[in-house]
Structures are given as structure tokens and as C-alpha cells.
């Protein structure tokens, strides 16, 4: 067994509450939430928070609701609830994509769309789907609430926007018509961290062309979306020759580092590969398409 | 000969439907395990228990300049502090491996590999000791580390084993089996030859349970009780006999039940020994469990040989000889467990199934900055190595030859009537019939047509890959005067006694980690006897209680403890005709015997069941002369020689031509481990098995950084599979029984994992055909796979 360097404990009841106790605990405090990254980092003592503040009993933030335009996600929501919502599925198909790729069963029960979103990762795919869909974050604090979008969230590699004194509260995705997403990761088994990931969204103008796209890669070294993708694709149809020259996009701007799940040239290639597969698919959902079974024949 | 009578399980059926002996019944063991309730190492609490927690060395080579403990002794919770000198005062810093080398048990000089032990805390509680870790100030002065096997003989290479006295390399060993000469005859005068280097890497088998012990000294009079988890108590008691000084007889281990072994609970690990040495130092039971990047990063280990191979064969596909180099990489200490004759185990069978004129085979042995061990996860002492060497040699030369690899080794194997078969490396194959096997499999697979389907799909650019394995392995060592573990004969006992009524129990030197022995040793008395399986209680794990023997790995259980039940029970059957004799008033030699009583040869209603002379042996009855008054017996079996199971294998598999992903789509495992007594745990052995084998083909390694440092050390970065990676298994059998076992059975619990990774690889090269890959090496990870398609295949180590 494992064990952690001492700490204490203690279950905030309400939003309120744990913004206080973070006041009052200061910068060695940790939130928990689901625990599947801060604990295997507690037990192998590579973290060792003074204080966890553990917000699993503030239902409050465990909701999806739709409000106007908005898909609102509190940040309690534990993966299993994304992955089972049909009402997430029909809107924002790479949620469901994604979340049938993250870990296990067992770790989809406990972890949430919060934790993920604030552990930042370089491997975490719920990043990515947030980017590609223009996500807003909603944090608390002591000076109240902000909302920020993913760019301005998300900092880099296990960095983000919010304080040591604020809580992440809800993720707001943007509804729109005639816009379909995918997602597809590599692993080197079910559970792993990704090789690589893509992640594509789609809005198509009424003639069919495509009206905005966003591109975005996990654990390839690039924290945002692929914004030279983005404007490539932006008013052309789509085709085989689009989605290969937006993958190609996508392999020139990322920056993968070389580890025991590949070599850097294979994982720009799995930026190109997958960028075509997720763009291909993400535009054919948004033309009413059903999905094509994932192929394993020879492209490009 | 055993008649092969499997009766299919009916949870309806009443007592009386179910087999007495040899079927498919539900595990006995199963109800306590199922419940929660078995009793794991981890769940022994002794009164006034001490927990310990071992210091590990950060660095793989490193000078020991200074250790302080003074903070960890000022922790009001820490009992002792135990260093490597404190041992050395006790001779005990050193301790003898398996290999005829030895081990540090603390480290007194320098570190050899990370995660080595180099202090003991024992505290009142596990968190304390955990804490007191890090209170022990260490000085290292690192050296550069020998991690590359390829370097380990380099004039410059790093002395691993500056100690030894007189050593000035790496050199383990050199050993050599079959003839140099001849072969190098028959390759020369043969129209192909084609070589392959091949690298088995390191893997490690990665029970559920890691490694733990609870010592228990008790200083009043001298005895040792220590529950260990260990696949060998007889053997770790003599050892510990040697090693501690303590009388045998003042020593008693207990292996509870163990969550798994595949070898790597074989050894004595340092641990062990501290938790001894804890328990005698503060006068209380000590325990001592690792966690799992503990046992990741310094228990055995498995594999890492670097195989140079090499096949000639005659142009229309008649393999004529085999030989290879070998580079076998043992850390930093020998410690592999193994017979004492043979340092590469038995990996001279990598002549496989097929009918050669000459073989010869060369390991040379190295140390490096890694951890000991070598001989693990379900290897059958190395035959793992040896069957993949094989089997991926004869379909380099198919595809050399342009064969199908069905039809070249079809061709090549040893046929029925040429057993027992004498090999070229010394060994007696006892029986076997690989065609009706291999025609067995093939006919599950349906192998014409998977061939069909995959030039369909080729054409249309998708990768499908069918691969084939048929391997022989070799299990059940004894014979006693062939093969021993530091000096112990490798042969097991077995006690059984019956009860007055009827009831029986049988005891075993083997220990079960989860192969269902409480139920296969029992169907094994069972057939012999004819009491019901449920009757006869199985006992095992503790010295104590049961008989000597050698324990259980190699798939030896049932080949020789399953040989020793056999005979004692019919050792039994035989006293049981005298008592019966003499309760029916008749000669012994007019009695015949049916299943569970003996009978008037011709007046069948005038006998006595098991239970009847049960009763009247330990009753009233006038025994006969020298027949003592009970219904028991011992005997100590010694293998007249090894068995060898067989099996033919097919993988198919999807390849990813854009990603490099490997789907296992489908997998045919035929064996034949001669007489089936349950087939429901054959079957398991069979699934466990083929589960570790897309393990290693596709994903297992333990890799090293070029400091030494070990990149495998917790199941984020050690991979092993889950139900997603494998397929439903396709099993199906034939049998061929053992001509010299007792019962006609040869054992099953490797055969899996030594047949399966061949089958995967040979299946994804298959794929990647169109590429014109013809090997690529494990682990076929997206990423390798999608390297070896690019032409740029690369050995992980």
C-alpha cells in the first residue's frame, strides 16, 4: 500500500463554504473532488497538500442544464453522467466520444468535468473538448464570479486560471445549429494516457460549406486549438483534400515530446491522421450522417 | 491408461450426477474467495504487530558514503532503524540467490539498481514506518550506470560486482547445449539459412497480491513462524535454515492463500529477510508488505534475452537445424530461480516441435544495474524464450520460402510414432501428436478461409494478420538427480489419510496461488479412490503440516505433486484390499476393484466400499499381519522424467493502417496437457495465460532511461491488459497422456503464456506483409507497430 505524507481533511457543505475554507487554508489546501489525479499523486508523495477541502457533497454543482444557448455543466458533473446524457450526445457528440475513451468505468463513476478541466493534463482529453467547443468557465472566488474562456482558462501543461482561493463551478458550452464534433485518441491500451488525440467541431453554412471549425490536439504540445486549421477550413467544403491539408496543419503546429508512448515523429503523424478522421466525421454528423464504423483501411 | 471421461457441469444436478474424480466441477475454493473471505497475507494481524517499511536506493549505481538514522530513531512511533551494517554484525547483509550467487539484503558497499534496499524501519503502525522514511539521511556518490546488456562485457563497462573477489567483468556465465560442430555442418550445407535478431524484453509479472511477510520470533523458545508469500514454504525453510542460522525444526512457514505467483514469489526477497531480522531485533511479530511499485521495480523480473537466431532448411521447406546466440541480462544479482544445472533454465527445448539433424544453442549471462531475477511470469524456467525464438525463426524462414507457415510447420514436426523423441539438445519428449493438433486448431480457426479473407482485405488496403504458434514445453521437474534448487531434489510429497468415516484428507507440499489445487488434488484422490471431491480436504502452505517438496512453479504441480496424490492414493487403494480381505474373509488377490470399493472378482454384491474399510480399519476388526489399525499412507514422488504439453495456436488481428493499432480479433488455443482432470480450471489456466501473452505482445516491457532508472515502476507506466484488449478465447483440446505419469497428465499453467506471444507477434508481422516487414519485436505498441510500417523497425532495448 501506498501511503501519503500527512494531511487533514475536511468536507466543505456548500460553494460558500469551500471558498472559505480555501481563504483559510491558503496555498497548501487542495480541492478534491473525484481524487483520481491529486491521490496517486498524495501516495506517491510527489504532492503532499497540507488541507484537502473535499467538495463531494456540493450537489449544487452537479447538474446539466440547458439555459437559452447554453449547455450548462456543473463542475461536480462525474464523467459517467456526461457519457450517459443523450441530451450532451445529440448537441456535442465529442463529449461522448471522448468520455467512452477516459480511463475506466471505475474512474468515470468518481471523476469530474472539473477536476479534469483544472488538473490540466497534457493528456486530458476534456480539455480539448472544451477548447474545440468554445467552452466558457465559470469560476468563484472571494471577489465573486468570473467567467473565462478556455483559452484564457486553460495555462498551459497543469496550469490554469484559477486561484488558490477560487473554485471552478461550471462549464458553459455554446449551442449551435448546424454543428456536429468528434473525437478519436490512440492509447496504447483502454485506461492509458493518450499517444495522441484530436478533437474537431464543426458549424456548416446552409449551403453546406463550413461556416467555423475548431481543431484541438491532447498530449501532442499544444494547449490551445489549431488555429491555422480553423482558417483554412472556414468557407470551403468539405473534401478528403481539406481535411488532409487541415491534418497537415494540425501536424505542423503541434509540438509532441518523445516518451514511453512514442517517438515525435509518430505522434505528428497521429495529429495528421487523427485531424482528418475527426473532421471527416464531425462534418458528416453535421450533415445528418450516421457514423461509418471506425475504418481500418489505408488513407491518405 | 486413464479413459478421458469429461462430464459436463450441471448446476442443477443433484450429488449423486456429479463426477467423482476426473470432470468439470465447480472450484471448492471458490465460495471463500467469492465471499471475501480468503485470508491473503495482508489480512494476517498478530497480536502486537510491528509494521516495516524499506528504504529503496533513487539511483541504480551509487557509492553508500553515509547513512543517518538518528531523526528516524527520534520518531516516537519507530522501533528500530536497521541498516547494512547492523547485518553484517549478523552475517546476515548478504544472502544466498537460487543461482549459486548472492544478494544484499541491505546495501552495505554500493547500489546496484534502483528500488535496491537500503534500510528497514519498523514502527507501530505502516504510516509511521512510511513517514520514518524519509527521515534517514542517505549520502549516495553515484556511479555511471551499466544498463545496456549489449555493453555489459565492454573493457569499459561499469563492474557491477566489484565485491567478488578476483572479478573483473560482467560474465555470469557462458553455457552452451547441443553440438556446435554438427550443426555448423548441416547449416553449411544447406540451401537457405536465414537469421533473425530477436529481443524478448524484460516484463515483470505483476501479481494482483504483491510480496509480504509477517515474521514472528518468539524468543522464549526459539521458533520462527513466517508467513510469506511464497509459491515454495519447504524450500524457503530450508533455505532460511541456512541463510539465518535458525534449526530447521525451530522453523515453520505459512503461505496463506496468495494472490497470484507467476513466479515471482519464488525467491527469498530481502524484505523477507528484514522482517525476520525486525521480529528478532524488537521481540514482536513484524509485518512487512511492498507496494506496487516496490514489487514493480525490485522483485523478479522476467526475460530479457537479446536472441540472435538462426534456421537452415532445405529449399522446399525441410528444416535441417536451428541454432542462436543468446545475451541474457540478470541484473545485478544472479538470482534467477532455477535448476542448479541449468542457468538458462530449460531454454536448450527451443528445438521446438519439429524433427531436426542438429541444434545448438549459446547463452552468455550478464550483470547490469538492474534488478535480479530472470526466471518469472509463467516462464517454465525460460521456455517462454525458447518457443518464441522458435516460433518466430520458422515463420521468418516461411516467409523466406514463400510457405504458408501452417503447411512448413506441418511438414517439420516430429511425428507420433517417433516419441518418446530424443532431441538434439538432450531431451526425451515424452508423447505427443502435433499434426492431429495443430489440424485441430486450424479447423476451429477455419484457416482457409481467414486466408481468403485476408486477401480479400489486403486488396482493399486493410491490414489482417494471421499468426500460428505450435509450441512444446517441458514441465515437472525432477527427476530428483537431474535437477535440484540449491541442492534440494526436485521432487514433492503427498500424505493421505481417511478417516473412519470415509472422509478424507490430503496433504501437499505444493502451494496453490490460485490454480484451484484444493480442487484439482482432490478430484485426483477422488478418481483414485472414489470419495466425492467434496469429501477430501486439501491441505498446503504450511511447513508444519504438510510433507517436504519443492513447491509450486514450472507448471510442476500437477506433473509431480499430482503424480505423488495419484500414488499415494493407490498406495491406499492397495491397504484398503488387505482390510477388505480380511472383512470379506478372502484372499486380497480375489478382490477387484471398481470405483470406491473393492469386490469378490465374480460376486460383485459381496464387497466393502472405502467407507466400510475406513471404519473397520481404524475399528475393531483383526487386521492383517502388518497392516497398521488406520487408512493412510505417504509417498515422496520422483518424475521419471518431465512432461511435455503441447499446444497449436492462431491469432488473428486488425491492424490500424493510419494509427498503427493492434486489435486482437480473434484466438484459437488448442493444448493437449495429456489427461484433463478438470477442464473448467484447464480452461482457466488457458484464458490467464493467453491474457499475459497480448500483455507481452502488445504492451508489457520494463524499460530503463540511459540513468538507470526504471521507467516500469506502477501500473500507469507498466501496462498490463484488460478484458477490452483480449477477445472471447477460443479453446478446444486434444489429449495425448504422459506415458510415464501416474495419471497421464503433464500440467497446463504456462503453456499459455509460453505459446500465445509467438501466435500475436507472428499474426501482426503477418499483417504489416504488404509493408515487407518480417519481424518486428515486442511490445507491438501503436507507436513500434507504426515504426516497423514506416521500414524503421527498432528493438526496445
Known amino acids: 500500500m501506498q501511503i501519503p505524507a500527512p494531511f487533514d481533511y475536511v468536507r466543505a457543505t456548500t460553494v460558500e463554504d469551500a471558498l472559505e475554507l480555501l481563504a483559510r487554508h491558503g496555498p497548501e489546501s487542495r480541492i478534491i473532488a473525484g481524487g483520481h489525479s491529486l491521490l496517486p499523486m498524495m501516495k506517491l508523495r510527489l504532492s503532499r497538500p497540507e488541507w484537502l477541502i473535499d467538495i463531494n457533497d456540493l450537489f449544487e454543482l452537479d447538474f446539466i442544464l440547458r439555459d437559452g444557448e447554453d449547455l450548462r455543466i456543473g463542475a461536480l458533473t462525474r464523467h459517467t453522467t456526461l457519457l450517459e446524457s443523450d441530451e450532451v450526445h445529440r448537441l456535442f457528440p465529442i463529449v461522448r466520444d471522448a468520455e467512452l475513451v477516459i480511463a475506466d468505468p471505475v474512474v468515470r463513476n468518481r471523476g469530474t468535468i472539473g477536476g479534469s478541466l483544472c488538473q490540466a493534463d497534457p493528456a486530458e482529453d476534456l480539455s480539448t473538448v472544451c477548447a474545440v467547443l468554445g467552452a466558457i468557465a465559470v469560476v468563484r472566488g472571494p471577489g465573486g464570479e468570473r467567467t473565462l474562456s478556455m483559452h484564457d482558462f486553460h495555462r498551459g501543461p497543469y496550469q490554469t486560471a484559477v486561484g488558490p482561493d477560487e473554485l471552478l463551478c461550471e462549464v458553459r458550452l455554446p449551442i449551435r445549429a448546424r454543428s456536429a464534433s468528434a473525437y478519436e485518441k490512440v492509447e496504447r491500451r483502454v485506461g492509458d494516457w493518450a499517444v495522441g488525440a484530436a478533437g474537431a467541431s464543426v458549424t456548416l453554412a446552409e449551403d453546406g460549406s463550413i461556416a467555423d471549425a475548431a481543431v484541438g490536439l491532447t498530449a501532442l504540445g499544444l494547449d490551445h ?70 475504418t481500418p483501411t489505408q488513407e491518405g | 491408461m486413464t479413459v478421458i471421461h469429461e462430464r459436463e457441469s450441471n448446476p442443477a444436478a443433484g450429488d449423486a450426477d456429479r463426477p467423482i474424480g476426473y470432470g468439470r466441477i465447480q472450484r471448492k475454493e471458490d465460495p471463500r474467495f467469492v465471499r471475501g473471505k480468503g485470508h491473503y497475507l495482508d489480512d494476517i494481524v498478530l497480536p502486537g504487530m510491528l509494521h516495516g517499511a524499506v528504504l529503496r536506493a533513487p539511483v541504480a549505481h551509487a557509492r553508500l558514503v553515509s547513512i543517518d538514522t538518528t531523526n528516524a530513531l527520534a520518531h516516537p512511533k519507530v522501533h528500530a532503524v536497521i541498516t547494512g551494517k547492523d547485518l553484517e554484525g549478523l552475517k546476515l547483509a548478504w544472502a544466498p540467490t537460487l543461482s549459486a550467487d548472492v544478494q544484499a539484503v541491505l546495501v552495505t558497499d554500493k547500489v546496484r539498481f534502483q528500488g535496491q534496499e537500503v534500510a528497514f524501519v519498523v514502527a507501530e503502525d505502516r504510516y509511521a514506518a512510511r513517514d520514518a522514511l524519509e527521515l534517514i539521511d542517505v549520502e549516495y556518490d553515484v556511479l555511471p550506470p551499466l544498463v545496456d546488456a549489449r555493453r555489459a562485457l565492454d573493457a569499459d563497462a561499469p563492474l557491477i560486482r566489484d565485491e567478488m573477489e578476483g572479478r573483473t567483468d560482467n560474465r555470469i556465465f557462458d553455457w552452451e547445449m547441443g553440438d556446435a560442430a554438427e550443426t555448423d555442418a548441416v547449416f553449411a550445407g544447406a540451401d537457405v539459412v536465414v537469421s533473425q535478431e530477436m529481443v524478448y524484453p524484460r516484463v515483470h509479472p505483476a501479481p494482483m497480491e504483491t510480496c509480504g511477510a509477517v515474521a514472528d520470533f518468539d524468543p522464549v523458545d526459539g521458533k520462527l513462524t513466517l508467513y510469506e508469500t511464497t509459491q515454495a514454504p519447504h524450500a524457503h525453510r530450508t533455505l532460511f535454515a541456512i541463510v539465518a542460522g535458525i534449526p530447521e525444526h525451530k522453523i515453520r512457514i505459512v503461505s496463506p492463500d496468495i494472490g497470484g505467483g507467476f513466479g515471482n514469489k519464488v525467491g527469498i526477497y530481502p524484505g523477507y529477510i528484514l522482517a525476520v531480522v525486525g521480529s528478532i531485533v524488537t521481540g514482536r511479530p513484524v509485518k512487512w508488505m511492498e507496494d506496487r511499485s516496490e514489487n514493480l521495480m525490485s522483485t523478479s523480473f522476467a526475460r530479457d534475452y537479446i536472441m ?53 544453442c549459446k547463452v552468455t549471462g550478464v550483470y547490469t544495474n538492474k534488478a535480479p531475477g530472470g526466471v518469472a511470469y509463467a516462464c517454465s524456467f525460460r521456455v517462454t524464450e525458447a518457443v518464441y525464438l522458435v516460433e518466430r525463426m520458422v ?198 476393484w471398481e470405483k470406491g470399493r473393492w469386490f469378490v472378482k465374480g460376486d460383485p454384491t459381496a464387497g466393502k466400499t472405502i467407507e466400510d474399510i475406513a471404519m473397520a480399519a481404524h475399528g475393531t476388526l483383526t487386521l492383517p499381519e502388518g497392516v497398521d489399525g488406520n487408512l493412510d499412507a505417504e509417498v515422496t514422488y520422483d518424475p521419471p522424467n518431465l512432461t511435455f504439453p503441447f499446444g497449436a495456436y492462431i491469432c488473428v488481428v486488425d491492424v490500424d493502417p493510419g494509427t498503427g493499432r493492434v486489435l486482437v480479433r480473434r484466438f484459437i488455443a488448442v493444448d493437449d496437457c495429456g489427461t484433463r482432470i478438470n477442464p473448467m480450471i484447464i480452461e482457466g489456466q488457458v484464458h490467464g495465460g493467453l491474457t499475459d501473452g497480448v500483455g507481452m505482445a502488445l504492451m508489457e516491457i520494463i524499460e530503463f532511461d540511459a540513468d538507470g532508472n526504471n521507467l516500469g515502476g506502477s501500473f500507469m507506466d507498466y501496462l498490463i491488459p484488460t478484458a477490452m484488449e483480449v477477445p472471447d478465447w477460443e479453446t478446444g483440446f486434444t489429449v495425448t497422456p504422459s506415458p510415464h505419469h501416474p495419471i497421464g497428465a503433464k500440467g497446463i499453467g504456462e503453456s499459455a503464456t509460453v505459446g500465445s506471444p509467438p501466435a500475436i507477434v507472428n499474426a501482426v508481422v503477418d499483417a504489416l506483409a504488404p509493408f515487407g516487414v518480417t519481424h518486428m519485436d515486442m511490445p507491438c505498441t501503436p507507436a513500434r507497430v507504426w515504426a516497423a510500417m514506416q521500414g524503421r523497425a527498432t528493438p526496445p532495448i
Open chain 1, 225 to 294: 486549438t489549431v488555429e491555422e486549421a480553423a482558417g483554412l477550413l472556414r468557407g470551403k467544403r468539405p473534401s478528403e483534400e481539406l481535411f488532409a491539408d487541415a491534418g497537415r496543419l494540425a501536424a505542423e503546429a503541434c509540438d509532441p515530446v518523445a516518451d514511453q508512448r512514442g517517438p515525435v515523429d509518430y505522434k505528428r503523424h497521429l495529429a495528421d491522421e487523427l485531424t482528418r478522421r475527426v473532421l471527416r466525421r464531425a462534418c458528416a454528423r453535421a450533415a445528418g450522417h450516421p457514423d461509418q464504423p471506425a
Open chain 2, 308 to 360: 540472435q537466431g538462426e534456421i537452415a532448411a532445405t529449399k522446399d521447406g525441410k528444416i535441417l537445424a536451428l541454432r542462436t546466440n543468446v545475451l541474457a541480462d540478470h541484473g545485478a544479482f544472479n538470482a534467477t530461480a532455477q535448476p542448479t544445472k541449468n542457468p538458462a533454465g530449460f531454454f536448450s527445448i527451443f528445438t521446438g516441435s519439429y524433427d531436426l539433424q542438429a541444434a545448438h
Open chain 2, 395 to 592: 515463420d521468418v524462414l516461411a516467409r523466406k520460402l514463400e510457405m504458408d507457415p501452417a503447411e512448413l510447420r506441418l511438414k517439420n514436426f516430429i511425428k507420433p510414432e517417433q516419441f518418446p523423441y530424443a532431441n538434439k539438445t538432450g531431451w526425451v519428449y515424452d508423447s505427443g501428436n502435433y499434426e492431429a493438433a495443430m489440424r485441430r486448431s486450424m479447423e476451429l480457426a477455419g484457416y482457409e478461409e481467414l486466408r481468403r479473407e485476408q486477401q480479400e482485405k489486403r486488396a482493399k488496403g486493410e491490414l489482417m494478420g494471421i499468426g500460428l504458434s505450435f509450441f512444446t514445453e517441458v514441465v515437472g521437474a525432477g527427476p530428483r538427480k537431474h535437477f535440484d534448487i540449491v541442492g534440494l531434489g526436485m521432487a514433492d510429497g503427498a500424505e493421505l489419510r481417511v478417516h473412519p468415516t470415509g472422509k478424507a484428507v490430503v496433504r501437499l507440499s505444493v502451494q496453490s496461488q490460485g490454480q484451484g489445487h484444493e480442487t484439482t488434488f482432490a478430484q485426483i484422490v477422488a478418481e483414485e479412490l472414489g470419495i466425492p471431491p467434496e469429501n477430501i480436504d486439501v491441505v498446503h502452505g504450511d511447513t508444519d503440516q504438510t510433507p517436504f517438496g519443492l513447491g509450486t512453479y514450472g507448471s510442476r504441480s500437477t506433473p509431480v505433486s499430482g503424480g505423488a496424490v495419484a500414488l499415494v492414493a493407490r498406495k491406499v487403494r492397495e491397504k484398503a484390499k488387505l482390510i477388505a480381505a480380511a472383512m470379506l474373509e478372502t484372499r486380497p488377490e480375489d478382490l477387484e
